[in-house]
Nanobody, 123 residues
Framework: QVQVVESGGGLVQAGGSLGLSCAVSGLTFSLNAIAWYRQPPGKQRELVADIRSGGNTNYVDSVKGRFTISRDNAKKTVYLRMNSLKSEDTAVYYC?????????????????WGQGTQVTVSS
């Protein structure tokens, strides 16, 4: 059973930075892709960034140049560094582990979600 635990959310002013962590267990971490999603208030969950087992990354256009996803296979942890935060980045951020790619897009693995961590950006 895959377990995912996110941490690092909080309240930050616009223009500030925040780092999120996603600790994963229950699968062969180094062989699996991991992704960060977010769900703003009243909106659908959206893919923010993903990282393949080999380290290649993808980002949604709205965060390119501001967010960086990285992984530490020894610690079985994926990170999301968020810089130049905007009010529209306010959301609950979720991590998903072990998804698959179709047409170059990450598809989440069912049941491999964390509980989420709240990020609030004040303007």
């Amino acid at each position: 059973q895959v377990q995912v635990v996110e941490s690092g959310g909080g309240l930050v002013q616009a223009g500030g930075s925040l780092g999120l962590s996603c600790a994963v267990s229950g699968l062969t971490f180094s062989l699996n892709a991991i992704a960060w999603y977010r769900q703003p208030p009243g909106k659908q969950r959206e893919l923010v960034a993903d990282i393949r087992s080999g380290g290649n990354t993808n980002y949604v256009d709205s965060v390119k140049g501001r967010f960086t996803i990285s992984r530490d296979n020894a610690k079985k942890t994926v990170y999301l560094r968020m810089n130049s935060l905007k009010s529209e980045d306010t959301a609950v951020y979720y991590c998903n582990a072990g998804g698959y790619y179709q047409g170059g897009r990450y598809n989440p693995r069912p049941g491999s979600w964390g509980q989420g961590t709240q990020v609030t950006v004040s303007s």
